[in-house]
Structures are given as structure tokens and as C-alpha cells.
T-cell receptor, first 114, second 112 residues
Framework: DSGVTQTPKHLITATGQRVTLRCSPR?????VYWYQQSLDQGLQFLIQ???????AKGNILERFSAQQFPDLHSELNLSSLELGDSALYFC?????????????FGPGTRLTVL | AQTVTQSQPEMSVQEAETVTLSCTYD???????LFWYKQPPSRQMILVIR??????QNATENRFSVNFQKAAKSFSLKISDSQLGDAAMYFC?????????FGAGTRLTVKP
């Protein structure tokens, strides 16, 4: 158990809908990362937050947005969902915001868009 | 664009033997970081080992070591004394500031 929690574990929804994925980092970690893992595109880095501020941005679509709250939990919002958004979404956390910091991954949220 | 290539989709090793997983990457940067992650059937990603590009010394973590060849842009992972629990997908990753990229992965099977 990495100490990172993600809810829900599974999510099934329809095209055009909007969903919110939630992540609670390990106690003491200030940085949160979001990743998408799909059969088509493999593992992709989406976005990183550090202590409430956006730190790094990867291949995150404009339909997706994220934020990190004062209690350091983070939410990833996915809107206007398409079939291709079906994937495993991981959250990871690290103590600091540096590129070399060890990231601890959560168990992931499996999103299925029908 | 920076790319990370893992040329071996699948590898197999006998228990207690040694196996090497390959990774090459493309970058014009001189300072960056490289990682190997393990994804067992549980799907949870686990950091195996990491390397800072400015360090010439190869990183080691117990049975795991890397062969980092900066000029060749190569970052291979060696697993010694392979154990059944090493069976997993292994991903090579590159990071420089905003840019973090993963290879397509190598599925490692460990035969008893």
C-alpha cells in the first residue's frame, strides 16, 4: 500500500458526460501528479500540482482540468467524455515538487466510457 | 519531441538468472532524469530505480542496476537473481521539467 488513495476504483459513464476523479496524497506529500494509461496511447503524464499550484503540464486535453485543494487532495475533472477517454487514471504523490523526487502511485481509477 | 523506446515488448527469464531490459531515448537536453517503473498485475506502479543524467555512476538498488550510456542515450535495466515476484510490466521513463514520457513497456515473465 503506497498510502495514496484514489476514488472511485471503477467508473462507468456515457459519452458526453462529465466525471470527477479524486486523489488523496500520502501524509506529508505536497505534490500530486495525474497520469492516464490507455491501450492506444500507453502511459501519459497529464499534470502536476505542488502545494496547490500547477507545477508542470503534460498531455492534458482542454476537456480535462485538475486542481489541488488546501488540504492537498486533488481532483481531475473530465468533461465531454469520448470513447477514447476510457483508461486507467493514476494519481501519484511526492514529498517535494522536483523532477527527481520519488513518486508513490495510487491504485488507479478505471474509467469506462460507453 | 522526446521519445522513449523499449524495443522488447516481452522478455522471459529463468528464476535466479539475470535479465536485461533495454531502453533508448531521444533528447537534446544535457540534464534530465531517467526512471524504471514496475507495474505488477495489481496495476500499481512502483519505482524500481532512477538515474540523474549528470551522474556518470550507474545507479543500483539491491538486485536492480542500470547501464546508463549518456552518449548513446541508452538506459538499460539489469535484474539479477530474478524472482517470481519480478514478473511485471516494466516501463522506462524520462523527465525534464514539464516533459515526462514513458516507453511502451516490456512484459517480463519469470519461469520457475
Amino acid at each position: 500500500d503506497s498510502g495514496v488513495t484514489q476514488t472511485p476504483k471503477h467508473l462507468i459513464t456515457a459519452t458526453g458526460q462529465r466525471v470527477t476523479l479524486r486523489c488523496s496524497p500520502r501524509s506529508g506529500d505536497l505534490s500530486v501528479y495525474w497520469y492516464q494509461q490507455s491501450l492506444d496511447q500507453g502511459l501519459q503524464f497529464l499534470i502536476q500540482y505542488y502545494n496547490g499550484e500547477e507545477r508542470a503540464k503534460g498531455n492534458i486535453l482542454e476537456r480535462f482540468s485538475a486542481q489541488q485543494f488546501p488540504d492537498l487532495h486533488s481532483e481531475l475533472n473530465l468533461s465531454s467524455l469520448e470513447l477514447g477517454d476510457s483508461a486507467l487514471y493514476f494519481c501519484a504523490s511526492s514529498v517535494g515538487g522536483r523532477a527527481f523526487d520519488t513518486q508513490y502511485f495510487g491504485p488507479g481509477t478505471r474509467l469506462t466510457v460507453l | 519531441a522526446q521519445t522513449v523506446t523499449q524495443s522488447q515488448p516481452e522478455m522471459s527469464v529463468q528464476e535466479a538468472e539475470t535479465v536485461t531490459l533495454s531502453c533508448t531515448y531521444d533528447t537534446s537536453e544535457s540534464d534530465y532524469y531517467l526512471f524504471w517503473y514496475k507495474q505488477p498485475p495489481s496495476r500499481q506502479m512502483i519505482l524500481v530505480i532512477r538515474q540523474e543524467a549528470y551522474k556518470q555512476q550507474n545507479a543500483t538498488e539491491n538486485r536492480f542496476s542500470v547501464n546508463f550510456q549518456k552518449a548513446a542515450k541508452s538506459f538499460s535495466l539489469k535484474i539479477s537473481d530474478s524472482q517470481l515476484g519480478d514478473a511485471a510490466m516494466y516501463f522506462c521513463a524520462y523527465r525534464k521539467a514539464n516533459d515526462m514520457r514513458f516507453g511502451a513497456g516490456t512484459r517480463l515473465t519469470v519461469k520457475p
